[in-house]
């Protein structure tokens, strides 16, 4: 069974949690500052090197934080999302938009043959 983000945090130390944020922050951000910051910027505003960033990031935890967090700040463009898919839907009729609607809202599964 998968652990929570609050399990995950627990097992992270505090510099580490701020790190997965700020990982996550520089990929899902629309503000150019976030946006733009490399791993040495990260790493050195943290206090730590670059390549314990880098150690840190291929630990199945950290990257199961990494995942719940970013899952968090995504769930809060979700309804801009399916409007997309919708209206991508109705405007172009597409059977691919509405077939990612479906799966989208568990009304339909990938099976594969």
Do not use: C, P
């Not at 399990?7 to 990982?23: F, G, I, W």
């Not at 995942?67 to 399916?82: C, E, F, K, P």
């Amino acid at each position: 069974m998968a652990l929570s983000k609050l399990e995950l945090q627990a097992k992270l130390n505090a510099k580490q949690q701020k790190a997965a944020l700020m990982l996550v922050e520089s990929q899902l951000s629309s503000e150019m500052a976030l946006r733009d910051r490399s791993l040495q910027d990260i790493a050195d505003e943290l206090g730590i090197t670059r390549m314990t960033l880098y150690r840190w990031g291929q630990k199945r935890v950290f990257i199961d934080y990494k995942n719940a967090l970013t899952d968090d700040m995504l769930a809060s463009y979700h309804s801009q999302m399916m409007k997309v898919v919708v209206d991508t839907a109705m405007k172009h009729n597409s059977l691919k938009a509405v077939e990612l609607y479906a799966k989208l809202r568990n009304l339909m599964k990938d099976t594969h043959v």
